[in-house]
Protein backbone atom coordinates (compact mmCIF):
# COMPACT_ATOMS: atom_id res chain seq x y z
CA UNK A 1 0.00 0.00 0.00
CA UNK A 2 1.80 3.10 -0.94
CA UNK A 3 1.15 6.62 0.82
CA UNK A 4 1.49 10.13 -0.46
CA UNK A 5 2.37 12.32 2.30
CA UNK A 6 5.68 14.86 3.55
CA UNK A 7 8.51 12.97 4.85
CA UNK A 8 10.71 13.55 7.96
CA UNK A 9 13.16 16.37 7.39
CA UNK A 10 16.98 15.98 7.57
CA UNK A 11 19.38 18.87 7.86
CA UNK A 12 23.13 17.40 7.34
CA UNK A 13 26.46 19.29 7.80
CA UNK A 14 29.75 17.91 6.53
CA UNK A 15 33.16 18.64 7.58
CA UNK A 16 36.47 16.94 5.34
CA UNK A 17 39.82 16.49 6.49
CA UNK A 18 42.77 15.37 4.12
CA UNK A 19 45.71 13.84 6.05
CA UNK A 20 48.98 12.31 4.69
CA UNK A 21 47.27 8.79 5.65
CA UNK A 22 43.98 8.89 4.76
CA UNK A 23 40.46 11.24 3.87
CA UNK A 24 38.23 11.58 7.09
CA UNK A 25 34.79 13.34 6.93
CA UNK A 26 32.57 14.16 10.01
CA UNK A 27 29.04 14.53 9.71
CA UNK A 28 25.81 15.37 11.43
CA UNK A 29 22.44 15.04 10.59
CA UNK A 30 19.35 16.27 12.93
CA UNK A 31 16.27 14.18 11.77
CA UNK A 32 12.84 16.42 12.38
CA UNK A 33 9.21 14.76 12.63
CA UNK A 34 7.70 16.28 9.89
CA UNK A 35 6.14 13.37 8.19
CA UNK A 36 2.97 11.31 9.12
CA UNK A 37 3.85 9.53 12.28
CA UNK A 38 3.66 5.75 12.81
CA UNK A 39 2.37 6.51 16.33
CA UNK A 40 -0.81 9.02 15.05
CA UNK A 41 -1.87 6.76 12.36
CA UNK A 42 -4.73 4.93 12.64
CA UNK A 43 -4.11 0.80 11.99
CA UNK A 44 -5.28 -1.05 9.20
CA UNK A 45 -6.21 2.55 7.85
CA UNK A 46 -3.59 4.67 6.73
CA UNK A 47 0.93 4.30 6.46
CA UNK A 48 3.34 6.27 8.54
CA UNK A 49 5.79 8.49 5.90
CA UNK A 50 7.66 9.48 9.04
CA UNK A 51 9.48 8.26 11.89
CA UNK A 52 7.35 10.21 14.65
CA UNK A 53 10.66 11.63 16.63
CA UNK A 54 13.42 13.83 16.35
CA UNK A 55 17.18 12.36 16.24
CA UNK A 56 20.71 13.95 16.12
CA UNK A 57 23.19 11.39 14.10
CA UNK A 58 26.73 11.98 14.10
CA UNK A 59 29.38 10.01 12.53
CA UNK A 60 32.98 9.73 10.72
CA UNK A 61 34.29 8.22 7.50
CA UNK A 62 37.79 7.16 6.55
CA UNK A 63 38.90 6.46 3.33
CA UNK A 64 42.36 5.63 1.42
CA UNK A 65 43.58 4.65 -2.00
CA UNK A 66 45.90 1.96 -2.63
CA UNK A 67 45.50 2.39 -6.71
CA UNK A 68 43.77 0.90 -8.09
CA UNK A 69 41.61 0.04 -4.89
CA UNK A 70 39.78 2.85 -2.27
CA UNK A 71 38.76 1.56 1.28
CA UNK A 72 36.40 3.09 3.18
CA UNK A 73 34.87 2.62 6.42
CA UNK A 74 32.34 4.53 8.77
CA UNK A 75 31.19 4.78 12.41
CA UNK A 76 28.07 6.67 13.98
CA UNK A 77 25.71 6.94 16.66
CA UNK A 78 22.31 8.37 16.57
CA UNK A 79 20.19 9.52 19.90
CA UNK A 80 16.45 10.06 19.74
CA UNK A 81 14.57 12.03 21.54
CA UNK A 82 11.49 10.48 22.77
CA UNK A 83 7.88 11.07 21.11
CA UNK A 84 5.36 12.23 23.67
CA UNK A 85 1.58 13.29 24.02
CA UNK A 86 0.32 10.48 22.21
CA UNK A 87 -3.04 8.13 22.26
CA UNK A 88 -2.80 5.81 20.11
CA UNK A 89 -4.85 2.80 20.73
CA UNK A 90 -3.03 -0.24 20.43
CA UNK A 91 -4.63 -4.31 20.99
CA UNK A 92 -6.82 -2.66 23.84
CA UNK A 93 -4.32 -0.52 25.39
CA UNK A 94 -3.21 3.55 24.61
CA UNK A 95 -0.26 4.01 23.83
CA UNK A 96 1.03 7.18 25.56
CA UNK A 97 4.90 7.38 24.98
CA UNK A 98 8.10 5.94 23.10
CA UNK A 99 11.36 6.54 23.74
CA UNK A 100 13.35 4.80 20.61
CA UNK A 101 16.49 3.24 21.69
CA UNK A 102 19.77 4.91 20.95
CA UNK A 103 21.90 3.05 17.67
CA UNK A 104 25.63 2.59 16.46
CA UNK A 105 26.51 1.80 13.00
CA UNK A 106 29.59 0.85 11.27
CA UNK A 107 30.35 0.24 7.75
CA UNK A 108 33.44 -0.44 5.69
CA UNK A 109 34.31 -1.65 2.09
CA UNK A 110 36.64 -1.43 -0.79
CA UNK A 111 36.05 0.06 -4.67
CA UNK A 112 38.09 -1.68 -7.52
CA UNK A 113 38.70 -0.03 -10.62
CA UNK A 114 38.67 -2.13 -13.53
CA UNK A 115 39.48 0.50 -15.91
CA UNK A 116 39.05 4.86 -16.03
CA UNK A 117 35.62 3.90 -17.09
CA UNK A 118 34.59 0.83 -14.67
CA UNK A 119 34.35 0.06 -11.06
CA UNK A 120 33.07 -2.68 -8.77
CA UNK A 121 32.29 -1.81 -5.23
CA UNK A 122 31.10 -4.22 -2.25
CA UNK A 123 30.65 -3.10 1.44
CA UNK A 124 28.98 -4.69 4.90
CA UNK A 125 26.95 -2.08 6.56
CA UNK A 126 25.85 -3.31 10.06
CA UNK A 127 23.32 -1.33 12.94
CA UNK A 128 22.64 -1.94 15.89
CA UNK A 129 19.72 -0.74 17.86
CA UNK A 130 19.27 -0.21 21.59
CA UNK A 131 15.99 -1.76 23.35
CA UNK A 132 13.06 1.13 22.89
CA UNK A 133 10.61 1.64 26.09
CA UNK A 134 6.77 1.73 25.12
CA UNK A 135 4.60 3.46 27.82
CA UNK A 136 1.00 3.11 28.55
CA UNK A 137 -1.77 5.33 29.65
CA UNK A 138 -2.76 2.71 32.74
CA UNK A 139 1.14 3.29 33.84
CA UNK A 140 2.12 0.35 32.46
CA UNK A 141 5.65 -0.02 29.95
CA UNK A 142 7.57 -2.28 27.67
CA UNK A 143 10.45 -2.98 25.83
CA UNK A 144 11.00 -3.86 22.47
CA UNK A 145 14.39 -6.24 21.65
CA UNK A 146 17.65 -5.43 20.87
CA UNK A 147 17.51 -4.79 16.68
CA UNK A 148 20.65 -5.68 14.23
CA UNK A 149 20.67 -4.93 10.70
CA UNK A 150 23.11 -5.96 8.24
CA UNK A 151 23.33 -5.09 4.81
CA UNK A 152 25.71 -6.31 1.87
CA UNK A 153 26.43 -3.98 -0.85
CA UNK A 154 27.23 -4.86 -4.17
CA UNK A 155 28.01 -1.86 -6.78
CA UNK A 156 28.97 -0.92 -10.43
CA UNK A 157 29.68 2.42 -11.56
CA UNK A 158 30.18 3.48 -15.27
CA UNK A 159 32.25 6.86 -16.43
CA UNK A 160 29.95 8.16 -19.02
CA UNK A 161 31.77 11.72 -19.06
CA UNK A 162 34.33 13.44 -17.66
CA UNK A 163 31.85 14.84 -14.93
CA UNK A 164 28.69 12.11 -14.81
CA UNK A 165 29.40 8.64 -13.29
CA UNK A 166 26.33 6.37 -13.41
CA UNK A 167 26.32 4.15 -10.10
CA UNK A 168 24.15 0.99 -10.01
CA UNK A 169 23.72 -0.63 -6.37
CA UNK A 170 22.20 -3.99 -5.11
CA UNK A 171 21.60 -4.85 -1.24
CA UNK A 172 21.43 -8.00 0.17
CA UNK A 173 20.03 -8.05 4.12
CA UNK A 174 22.02 -9.80 6.31
CA UNK A 175 19.76 -10.34 8.93
CA UNK A 176 16.40 -10.70 10.21
CA UNK A 177 16.10 -6.74 11.36
CA UNK A 178 17.20 -5.62 7.93
CA UNK A 179 15.61 -2.90 5.32
CA UNK A 180 12.97 -4.42 2.77
CA UNK A 181 14.44 -3.49 0.21
CA UNK A 182 17.13 -1.26 -1.18
CA UNK A 183 18.69 0.30 -4.23
Keep these: QAEDGIRDTSVTGVQTCALPISIFTTTATLRLPTGRSPYTTIVGQNLATGS ?4 LTVGVNASQVYDPVAVFGSLNFTGNLPARNLS ?3 DGMTLTEVRPGSSIGFGMGFSY ?3 YK ?12 ARSTLKFADGTSSKTAIQTSGMLNLGLGLRVSPKTTLNFTAGVGLTSDRSEEHT
Excluded: F, I, K, P
Design 52 to 55: GNTA
Design 113 to 115: ALS
Design 118 to 129: VSTTMSLQETVS
Design 88 to 90: QQR
